[in-house]
């Protein structure tokens, strides 16, 4: 088929493939093993019963009582055995699944967060869309998808492999006068499905082709959709102050017309698909019996026989026609692994971007020294030139400069978080060091929870948690610490910033970043903050980034950034 080119087949087995060769591969191969044996069970009794289907209706036909009632019995063990592998098929089947998309979404969920890709991804042009959805939706569709197509074509091989035989022994031969002479076609019913089944095929293939490209399509417009409406979610309270429903409405609105353009699309496409292949479905089910009809009419065979030919006829046609009956699935796995495949794709892209961390280096010394560092953006516009400046333990300080100057990325860069720079960056090792953003990152889950982020210290005690509090003023949260909730709708930004200080003073880090941390407080509260980190945190290094005159009486030192690639640096 044209749409399954070579290097898609290489990109599907290679998210296919690792599974089988992971930590699990022994209990994968084990179950798979099974399954693919309850698959040649399942063929075998349908052999089995085809045979039936030739002494059950010889049996009415020669009006034999006791071969009748033989037959049932045999027909009731053969039922049974065929509801029990049935069952047990499926059942493994979804175990199989769900263990391998258990498998799939740890592995992309650790490629996501290793080396901090998924911060890394937003930095590239072309970044991914909507990872979240590719995570948990595509890895749910490619599993099952997956599983359903391999088994499927499994099962069409082995019953068109078993059936072939069948109905290649009772068709017999078809003799037809041509040009004077006879042509004798030797299991001509074998012949005549195949010359079906690839016509069928191919004129699937011809009308079924866009369904891949839409239903890419359809899953992204879905998920941008959905996104939008989360975003709303997030941002209620401002959207609220702006009075921005009517425009959050109309953005919703066309998100969603693109999401029904493209269904639209799908609906014709499918439509056109379903003319064909409902047609094609109803002509195999009469024309076995009139290819059949002639050794039936000749006396040829009897009425069992006939029967046992068209039900081999169509188990063979069912076999052949596994691209037909399966296109629309087909199409839609397509666009799963062409999306997980793009994601893995631009994964490993942005490793291959500089490493941020090389920049960053561990060294003996108790300082923080920057020596030479360049700082761009990804565009190739200079931030900062030539930066050299040293911190001991104690020191602040104070990142100034318009806006666009560069100061929040420097941090980024200390931080090793900005692939875009050169120069050297010597921390002290073993070192712990906090970020405080200028709007907090408020976890989902208990208060207690929000304010230990991101330490997973669970020997901190509700004293030190609720004295923190106080110091900064959030005591009336205290008799909340177990209570879940969305917090970062339910505290204002204010309480936010707030809620960072009560980290800080609580995980004590030896080094502190802080990008805006008080732009949403009042004088007063930033200066009892400031005060509180130098009486409390006196050996902890603060470099602070801020627009206010009033920071500078709680730093030693200014950094000053123009913007242009220039800096100066003052002390206080």
Avoid at 35 to 52: C, M
Avoid at 92 to 107: A, D, P, V
Avoid at 477 to 503: C, M, N, P, Y
Wanted: hydrophobic share 40%.
């Amino acid at each position: 088929m044209a749409n399954f080119n070579l290097d898609f087949l290489k990109s599907s087995w290679a998210l296919i493939i690792d599974y089988w060769y992971s930590e699990e591969k022994w209990r994968a191969r084990g179950l798979t093993a099974v399954i693919v044996t309850l698959n040649l069970a399942y063929v075998y009794i349908l052999v089995l019963i085809n045979k039936w289907y030739n002494r059950f209706y010889n049996s009415l036909q020669n009006l034999d009582l006791d071969e009748f009632f033989s037959a049932q019995g045999e027909f009731a063990i053969l039922a049974t055995i065929y509801i029990i592998v049935a069952v047990y098929q499926l059942y493994l089947q979804q175990m199989l699944e769900i263990k391998w998309r258990r498998w799939l979404t740890k592995k992309y969920l650790d490629n996501w967060l290793q080396d901090r890709t998924y911060y890394r991804l937003q930095l590239t042009g072309d970044k991914t869309d909507n990872p979240d959805q590719r995570i948990s939706e595509d890895l749910r569709l490619f599993t099952n998808y997956t599983l359903r197509l391999s088994l499927g074509l499994l099962k069409a091989v082995v019953t068109l492999v078993s059936f072939i035989a069948i109905l290649w022994e009772l068709s017999g031969s078809l003799t037809i006068p041509l040009g004077g002479k006879e042509i004798t076609i030797s299991g001509y019913m074998v012949w005549v499905a195949i010359l079906y089944a690839i016509v069928g095929t191919w004129l699937t293939h011809k009308i079924g082709k866009p369904l891949t490209r839409l239903n890419f399509d359809q899953q992204r417009f879905e998920a941008d959709f959905r996104f939008s409406l989360v975003r709303l979610r997030e941002n209620s309270e401002s959207i609220a102050f702006y009075g921005g429903e009517a425009k959050e409405g109309q953005g919703f609105m066309d998100r969603f017309d693109r999401v029904l353009r493209n269904f639209w699309q799908i609906m014709q496409r499918q439509k056109q698909l379903t003319w064909f292949t409902s047609g094609y479905g109803q002509i195999a089910i009469i024309f076995p019996f009139l290819v059949g009809a002639p050794r039936y009419f000749a006396k040829e065979i009897q009425l069992g026989g006939l029967l046992q030919v068209v039900q081999a006829f169509g188990k063979v046609q069912d076999a052949l026609s596994f691209f037909v009956d399966s296109y629309p699935l087909l199409a839609e796995w397509k666009s799963v692994v062409d999306r997980l495949s793009g994601f893995t794709g631009n994964m490993n892209k942005v490793r291959e971007l500089p490493d941020a961390g090389s920049v960053v280096t561990k060294a003996s010394a108790p300082a923080l020294t920057v020596t030479d560092i360049s700082i761009h953006l990804p565009d190739g516009h200079e931030l900062l030139s030539g930066l050299t400046l040293k911190l001991t333990a104690g020191d602040s300080l104070l990142v100034a400069g318009p806006s666009g100057s560069g100061k929040s990325t420097l941090l980024r860069t200390l931080s090793g978080l900005w692939p875009y720079a050169q120069g050297s960056i010597e921390i002290p090792a073993n070192q712990d060091c906090l970020f405080l953003p200028q709007k907090s990152y408020l976890p989902l889950g208990t208060l207690r929870d929000v304010l230990l982020y991101p330490s997973t210290n669970s020997s901190v005690t509700d004293e030190e948690i609720c004295t923190a509090m106080s110091l900064c003023k959030l005591e009336r949260l205290q008799k909340r610490l177990d209570t879940v909730a969305d917090w970062s709708h339910v505290l204002s930004l204010g309480e936010q910033q707030r809620i960072a200080f009560v980290r800080a003073l609580i995980q004590q880090p030896e080094w502190l970043f802080m990008d805006e941390a008080t732009s949403a407080l009042d004088e007063p509260t930033e200066r009892a903050l400031y005060t509180l980190l130098r009486e409390r945190l006196p050996g902890t290094t603060m470099i602070s980034v801020g627009h206010r005159g009033t920071l500078n009486q709680y730093h030693s030192k200014k950094l000053t950034l123009d913007g242009t690639g220039r800096w100066t640096i003052l002390n206080l």
